[in-house]
């Protein structure tokens, strides 16, 4: 028996004693066998592809459908809107400014969805 051969069936021996070490060892493993690292990254710009449009289609339409309401514009602002963190305290100074430019925000929003949800 080999040097190489002996050395893994040591350390085989001491990954079946300790569970916890072989169960690592066993996902690291079959992360890498599925190529998980690329599709990770798919997810991730598919995500982020088709979360920013919706964004931008959900600020647009606050900003037309409650352009004259302050009261429900403040109370929109303040909930789920207000807990994005950075971008909801923008989302919520330049929600007015996005009346004046709403078909730019409608076309590039449903563009950008389209295109992000198709995955290409």
Do not use: C, W
């Not at 710009?45 to 037309?64: D, E, H, N, R």
């Not at 909930?79 to 409608?106: E, M, V």
């Amino acid at each position: 028996m080999n040097i190489i051969e002996s050395t893994i069936r040591r350390i085989d021996g001491l990954q079946q004693r300790h569970t916890s070490s072989a169960f690592l060892f066993g996902v690291v493993k079959k992360f890498g066998d599925d190529n998980a690292g690329n599709l990770t990254i798919q997810i991730t710009y598919t995500m982020f592809v088709t979360i920013f449009p919706l964004l931008l289609l959900l600020v647009t339409i606050l900003g037309i459908v409650l352009a004259d309401n302050p009261s429900d514009r403040s109370r929109v602002l303040n909930s789920a809107l207000g807990q994005f963190p950075i971008i909801g305290q923008q989302l919520g100074h330049n929600l007015h400014a996005i009346k004046r430019s709403s078909a730019f925000g409608l076309v590039f929003g449903v563009g950008g969805l389209v295109y992000g949800s198709t995955g290409r």
